[in-house]
């Protein structure tokens, strides 16, 4: 009914995969079945929950401090000092740097056309327009300089620092940054549209902000990385993460108001059916995907598709938990009446 091709969900309860499937297909030529453990999709800017774990892994080796100065990590270039508190690791990874972000230039035709992370940055550096902490604005460039700060910190490309401390340990072996290697090519996903009642393949873009819009990985890859998030830093044994440095992945560091949900390191909360969700969806290039969380009940889900429909992934999200996590309907209160003093308090930015 959506005209979407082929998608691969994993549901995970703490440490264990309870189910991964696929349906219909990666590529309408060759109908190849979607493979929940071997299909890989571009999952978009999921990928900025892998610069934010990262990120909060280099803290814990003593390379970054997430509260201080970020350009004591740049090179080649540094952030103006246009406000009085300086751009922090933590405010990048929660969208709250008080940078403005610009969507142009920040794709390329061919995979030999994307610049270094460092030179992208120097040249679309853009101006600091409200203190830090102030403002939720959703930075692709602001979470690919903190990506950046992680690499010139550990002195390793931020896709070499990922594979050797999230997705090897975790044996996410078959999830890539940018491109993936030529043994793994028969296994993409293509992309459509649906247009003029046939599905149309949609030209598969690079992204310069790679490390926050670009990750190759399969739905299985992706239930290991759901578990260490759900088990508090650990995964068969191997530790990644402490629990304290889990927990402040998880925890809401910006919101416009207390009763508001608002954004952790790399997440974003909201509150469907009573519960507190941890999310991130990813799109582009024809591809949908998102990661959710839900954090006190220790069960999370990934899915991915090759359908630009962007309304399956809320739909999906309710079914699943009107189906195991249904609201609990309470009684409705009366409306009240405020007077303007009162009413001020509700008055600002959302």
């Not at 059916?273 to 999370?300: A, D, Q, T």
């Not at 189906?323 to 007077?339: S, W």
Request: overall charge negative; glycine content about 8%; some cysteine.
């Amino acid at each position: 009914a959506r005209h979407v091709p082929g998608l691969a969900v994993t549901v995970v309860q703490r440490d264990r995969q309870l189910t991964g499937k696929g349906y219909g297909v990666a590529d309408t030529e060759t109908m190849r079945p979607v493979d929940p453990g071997a299909t890989l999709f571009d999952v978009q800017s999921v990928a900025k929950l892998v610069v934010a774990t990262s990120a909060v892994i280099a803290a814990e080796k003593g390379s970054v401090d997430l509260d201080a100065d970020v350009n004591q990590y740049l090179e080649g270039f540094e952030l103006p000092s246009t406000h009085e508190d300086p751009i922090t690791l933590a405010a990048l990874l929660t969208h709250t740097s008080g940078l403005e972000d610009r969507g142009t230039g920040i794709t390329s035709q061919a995979l030999a056309e994307v610049p270094a992370i460092g030179s992208f940055l120097m040249r679309t550096l853009t101006q600091r327009v409200a203190p830090p902490f102030q403002d939720l604005v959703y930075s692709d460039q602001g979470m690919t300089l903190a990506a950046f700060a992680v690499q010139t910190a550990a002195g390793i490309p931020f896709d070499e620092y990922a594979r050797l401390n999230v997705f090897e340990p975790l044996g996410m072996n078959d999830t890539h940054y940018l491109d993936v290697p030529e043994e793994l090519k028969q296994h993409q996903a293509r992309s459509y549209s649906f247009e003029d009642g046939q599905l149309v393949p949609i030209q598969h873009h690079y992204w310069n902000i790679w490390p926050s819009s670009s990750l190759w990985t399969t739905a299985k890859d992706m239930s290991r990385f759901v578990s260490l998030h759900l088990s508090g830093g650990s995964l068969d044994g191997v530790r990644l993460l402490s629990k304290d440095a889990t927990e402040r992945l998880h925890t809401r560091h910006f919101s416009y108001h207390p009763e508001m949900a608002g954004v952790c390191l790399g997440f974003f909360e909201r509150v469907e059916n009573g519960h507190r969700l941890l999310i991130h969806s990813g799109g582009g290039s024809g591809f949908l995907s998102e990661m959710m969380l839900l954090p006190e009940e220790g069960v999370g889900y990934f899915l991915a598709y090759n359908g630009y429909d962007g309304s399956l992934i809320s739909a999906f999200r309710s079914a699943f938990l009107d189906r195991f996590y249904p609201a609990q309907h309470e009684t409705l209160i009366n409306t009240v009446n405020l007077d303007a003093a009162e009413l001020d308090a509700y008055e600002g930015w959302y």
